[in-house]
């Protein structure tokens, strides 16, 4: 593993980020931990379990790397045969963590645009704003997985999750200002900082800024609930049907940014719109209303996991749009009710590496 100089950065050295569209190796999770502090402590088993049905689900298309304690290891294997995972591709690893969130504690995966090869971005984490303690076995998992792999590591100088950005094949990069702009991250850091270390380590040229993000999400706003890119010109992007939904507004004046906004050569994007679910609530739980929302999809060779919610009409109509932007790809709808009582899906819990 080496890890460069800040100022020799990934961009300068030929690096990028791949969109997810990209061929990939493989996809990491962080398998769920021990601790009463997540899904109640009663759900826990049932977490596992569908931990399991997910793994099994991403080993169909291609290797799952999984980050658990060694002593974990057997009981993983034995919960993923039994989901039926194909075993040749369930590598797991002894990467000690705190939480489940692979997507904002993992590492961003970087490319070289002539070589092909493969490099680590390591951003610092601090449990969106400091909100969930302890999380520095978290914070070392890229070093853990640069480590493992052999792969270059390059630091990139800020706080930053995987789920506070979203890229295309042009260099544009999707964000929110309740994220990137919140003091509890890079309080430090102008936006014009932020910008300039988004380009140095990932590759991009534009930043695209929404404003915020859903109810009941913990992270601040992060873009992955909101606006996804499908492709280059692309975008599928959240609304609100309900009239006095909260997130109607919000995700009413994120649509007005993403049809303004424009690709290099100066046309528009495609804009499709996807309504949230229903309100999903627990009673007495710590989030009144959960972040639920169908654009928390994981696109994978040839395939792509979708999120739903036991609201078979909302659900069928989610996975029906879907299945028109992903011709040629596999769509499989995964129950993610239990899943998003702690704050996010599938595209959280994961994180692609690229072939």
Known sequence: MLLFSRHMTPAALGFAMPPEWSP?????LSWPVDDERHWGGAKNTLIRGKF???AAAISRHEKVRINAPAADHAAIASLCNRAKAVP???ELYDHPHNDVWCRDHGPIFLKHRERGEIAVSDWGFNAWGGKFPPYDLDDS?????AGALGLQRFEGGMILEGG??????LGQLLTTEAVLLNPNRNPQLSRGDI???LRDTLGVRDILWLKQGIEGDDTDGHIDD????????????????????PNRAVLADNLAHLRNFTRPDGRPFEVVEISLPEACEVPGWRLPVLPASYVNFLIVNDGLLVPTFR??????????????LFPGRQVTGIDCLDLVEEGGTLHCISQQQPA
């Not at 990939?24 to 990491?28: I, N, P, S």
């Not at 998992?141 to 997985?145: K, L």
């Not at 606006?227 to 975008?235: G, K, L």
Request: glycine residues 6%.
């Open 311 to 324: 609201q078979a009409r909302n659900d069928d109509r989610a996975l029906g749009l879907l299945r028109e």
């Open 24 to 28: 990939q190796e493989a996809v990491w």
């Open 195 to 197: 910008e300039q270390k």
């Open 88 to 90: 040749e591709r369930v």
């Open 141 to 145: 998992i890229p070093g853990q997985i």
């Open 52 to 54: 399991a049905e997910i």
């Open 164 to 169: 506070a950005i979203e890229i295309n094949g």
């Open 226 to 245: 909101l606006a996804r890119f499908v492709d280059d010109s692309t975008i599928v992007a959240c609304t609100e049907p309900g009239a006095s939904s």
